[in-house]
Each structure stands twice: as structure tokens, then as C-alpha cells.
């Protein structure tokens, strides 16, 4: 992987992709604060914390959301700020290190006091930073990512898609567009266990068996014993939740062993266009993945269009606008965000969460999108896409706004 890969970002690129009409500051390592122009406006500025990994084998996602976290406050600004206030971004780098990001979420919380956290991107790093938020805090958190489900914190809301809005639909096309035996290779941490549960229960009702469940350390690239078995056992689908840096390696592997060759289909719930590039074509050939956008959408979706010009605009190079990164769940959670803190007419945690409880939005990456009353989850579009060539194809897609089933 060349020195431009996303996985090798240097402090001074970070700095040189503030695309944002203001002072980026740094503050400390791993900290950044950006002010408007007119950040010293009599009202006092509204503050705005993210949280996530800039740095380390999750940072080529961390870094698109930073940008649409920019991006998206950088709108706002130039309407006016909310409330008639500026809006300050302070981003601290979580740097797929839990106990980094304890310490990093804790400046945000105690030295800045920011109004609102938005970030993190594994559960496992959810599960780490959201005591320092909303317990010890007393802050308001927004979690941008897919992930497996049964978060229920009270102050905490969700923006991406849950198990429900990746399996019901998406598993019984695996099962006509693949076949019934399914693998389950997968990181050892909680996503990973808790979808497998909920996909396991989808792929028997529907008629298919899992045939391998496998769970592996984080950082294992080698996965020979995994694939011999794959290839053995006749697995027609393999249903993968292995993340970055083993992702890699483990589907290079299976092309190497003739799966794909053999009519096997690969399907990773998490895949997008930030990771498409992670192996070449022709070794992910077919790939399906459900989320809540692909680039593809904006070929008929006009606002979609509108969001991913503006982002590619600002921001050019491999830190890409796509939904297995939550750089969507990014944009929609700091959007209702805006929405729920003009209803409450002010930016206290508890006025603001009570009008998150039921905030929508007309206009998203992937179409409008709804938080559910009393669930802290949100209700949006889903599509299926498949790999062809190194791009996504959209091959189906949810009949209105998909209920998370949560909560």
C-alpha cells in the first residue's frame, strides 16, 4: 500500500484537508479546534465535538467523518450559525485506541465543553467513550455507525443502520443470489458477536444454515486454516464481519483459493467505496453490501448528488463520502441534530433531547431520515449493492424508511 493509503495519515495532511472558511487550530496532540470567522460573536459559540479515529486502521473512515463533520458545520455557518450563534468544531483523534480515546473524549468533555459529542466508530470504542459522555459528562451523544443494535443509553442517539435494516431484506437475496450454506468469519468483539446472532436467526427462518462461525483476533492477517475450511465445507456465502487491517488479506485469500472462481459469493454489511479499494477488483468480484447510501444513489437522487459534489469538492483524495465509514451517519446525525436544537430554541442537553427524540429531515445522503419516538434510533432508506469492476452497483433498494427495531 503506497504512502497516499488511507490507512498512513500524517498530522500535517489532516491539517491540509481543512477545507473550511476559518482558523484550524491545533491544541495539542491529536486536537484540533476550528472557528468560523466570526466565532467571537457576542452570544458565545455553540461547540461541537468529534470523536474518532484519525489515526490507525479505522482513520481512512475517521477522516471522512472529520471532513463531513467540517463540511456540515461549515453550512450552517454560512446561514448563520444556529440560534444566531457561531459553531465551533474541536476534534480529538480516538486513533482506534479505546484507552487513547478515554483520555482524548475526556478533553473534549473537561477542557472544552463542548455541547454535543458525535464519533466513534466500532462498538467496542462506543462502548469506551460513552460513560465519559453522558454519565460523567452530562453531554449530549450522537453515535454515527452501523452497528449490532441494543444500545439504549439514555442522551445517547444512533444514525446508522442497526442489524434489522441489514439482514431482513438483504439475507434472503443472499440466500436467492448465492445459496444456502453460510460462513461467519469474524473480529472478536461485539458487533460482530451480536449481528451474528440476529443474521443467524434470518438465514434459518429463511432456509439456509450456517455451516462456520469463526471469531479472531483484530489484527490477524493470516487466515489459511479459515479458508481451507470455507472451500471444504462448500460454503456458498461468505458473510463477513473480519474488519481492517485482517479484511484485506482474509478476502485475498479466499480468491487465491478459487471461492469466487467456484460461484462463492462474498457479502460484508460494512463495505463501501472506502473499502472497495482495500483489495483489488477482480478479488472482491460481486461483493454485496446493504447500507443506507452508495455513491451510485446520487445517479438519481438529486440531494444525494448535490452532498457528494459538495464533498468531493472540499475534499479530493481517499478519505471518501460513502456509509460504511457513518460519514452519512455523520451528515444525517448533525443535521437532526440542527433540527432539534432550533424546535428547543436552546442548546441545554435535556431540551435538546427531547426534540432529538422526534427530530426529521427532508433532505440526506440516501433520502430524508426520521428519528423513532422513545427509541433514539433513526428510520431511513436501504439499498443493496454489488461489486462490479471496483464500483457499486445498486441492485435493490427498501420500500420507504426502514424501522430500526430498537430500543
Known amino acids: 500500500m503506497s504512502s497516499d493509503s488511507p490507512h498512513n495519515l500524517t498530522r500535517r495532511r489532516f491539517l491540509s484537508n481543512f477545507a473550511f472558511a476559518s482558523t484550524a487550530l491545533a491544541t495539542g496532540v491529536g486536537s484540533w479546534v476550528v472557528r468560523p470567522d466570526w466565532a467571537n460573536a457576542a452570544a458565545g459559540a455553540i461547540k461541537v465535538g468529534i470523536a474518532t479515529d484519525?489515526?490507525?486502521?479505522?482513520?481512512?473512515?475517521?477522516?471522512?467523518?472529520?471532513?463531513?463533520?467540517?463540511?456540515?458545520?461549515?453550512q450552517i455557518n454560512d446561514a448563520g450559525g444556529l440560534l444566531g450563534r457561531p459553531l465551533e468544531l474541536y476534534i480529538e483523534d480516538t486513533a482506534s485506541n479505546e484507552a487513547v480515546a478515554v483520555g482524548n473524549v475526556r478533553k473534549l468533555i473537561q477542557r472544552d465543553?463542548?455541547?454535543?459529542?458525535?464519533?466513534?466508530?466500532?462498538?467496542?470504542?462506543?462502548?469506551?467513550?460513552?460513560?465519559?459522555?453522558?454519565?460523567?459528562?452530562?453531554?449530549?451523544?450522537?453515535?454515527?455507525?452501523?452497528?449490532?443494535?441494543?444500545?439504549?443509553?439514555?442522551?445517547?442517539?444512533?444514525?446508522?443502520?442497526?442489524?434489522?435494516?441489514?439482514?431482513?431484506?438483504?439475507?434472503?437475496?443472499?440466500?436467492?443470489?448465492?445459496?444456502?450454506?453460510?460462513?461467519?468469519?469474524?473480529?472478536?468483539?461485539?458487533?460482530?458477536?451480536?449481528?451474528?446472532?440476529?443474521?443467524?436467526?434470518?438465514?434459518?427462518?429463511?432456509?439456509?444454515?450456517?455451516?462456520?462461525?469463526e471469531y479472531y483476533p483484530l489484527d490477524q492477517i493470516d487466515f489459511s486454516s479459515t479458508v481451507?475450511?470455507?472451500?471444504?465445507?462448500?460454503?456458498?456465502?461468505?458473510?463477513?464481519?473480519?474488519?481492517?487491517?485482517?479484511?484485506?488479506?482474509?478476502?485475498?485469500?479466499?480468491y487465491e483459493a478459487g471461492f469466487l472462481k467456484n460461484g462463492g459469493r462474498l457479502a460484508c454489511v460494512y463495505y463501501d467505496e472506502n473499502t472497495l479499494g482495500i483489495n483489488q477488483p477482480a478479488e472482491i468480484e460481486g461483493l454485496a453490501s446493504c447500507l443506507d447510501y452508495f455513491k451510485a444513489v446520487a445517479k438519481t437522487d438529486p440531494v444525494s448528488a448535490k452532498i457528494q459534489a459538495e464533498y468531493d469538492k472540499a475534499y479530493p483524495g481517499n478519505f471518501l463520502f460513502a456509509a460504511g465509514s457513518a460519514a452519512t451517519g455523520t451528515?444525517?446525525?448533525?443535521?437532526?441534530?440542527?433540527?432539534?436544537?432550533?424546535?428547543?430554541?436552546k442548546i441545554d442537553r435535556d431540551g435538546v433531547a427531547t426534540a432529538m427524540d422526534h427530530a426529521k429531515i427532508t433532505d440526506g445522503p440516501g433520502g430524508p431520515a426520521e428519528m423513532v419516538p422513545g427509541k433514539r434510533h433513526c428510520k431511513m432508506n436501504m439499498y443493496t449493492a454489488v461489486a462490479k469492476n471496483g464500483s457499486y452497483e445498486i441492485i435493490a433498494r427498501s420500500n420507504g424508511l426502514v424501522d430500526p427495531k430498537e430500543c
Not at 484519525?54 to 461549515?74: C, E, F, I, S
Not at 448465492?178 to 434470518?202: M, Q
Not at 465445507?233 to 487491517?245: C, R
Open 331 to 345: 451528515y444525517r446525525g448533525l443535521k437532526l441534530w440542527e433540527a432539534a436544537v432550533k424546535e428547543a430554541g
Open 228 to 254: 481451507n475450511r470455507i472451500i471444504s465445507n462448500k460454503v456458498d456465502v461468505v458473510f463477513n464481519t473480519v474488519i481492517p487491517p485482517g479484511v484485506g488479506p482474509f478476502f485475498k485469500q479466499l
Open 54 to 74: 484519525l489515526t490507525g486502521p479505522m482513520g481512512y473512515a475517521g477522516n471522512a467523518d472529520a471532513n463531513v463533520a467540517k463540511m456540515v458545520l461549515k
Open 113 to 213: 465543553k463542548v455541547d454535543l459529542v458525535l464519533g466513534g466508530i466500532t462498538s467496542s470504542m462506543r462502548n469506551a467513550i460513552k460513560d465519559v459522555i453522558v454519565a460523567r459528562g452530562k453531554t449530549l451523544y450522537i453515535y454515527p455507525q452501523l452497528y449490532e443494535g441494543k444500545e439504549c443509553t439514555p442522551n445517547l442517539f444512533c444514525t446508522g443502520p442497526t442489524p434489522a435494516k441489514q439482514c431482513d431484506e438483504f439475507i434472503p437475496w443472499l440466500i436467492k443470489n448465492g445459496g444456502k450454506k453460510f460462513a461467519l468469519p469474524s473480529a472478536n468483539y461485539v458487533w460482530p458477536h451480536t449481528l451474528n446472532v440476529y443474521a443467524r436467526k434470518v438465514i434459518e427462518a429463511n432456509g439456509g444454515e450456517v455451516v462456520l462461525e
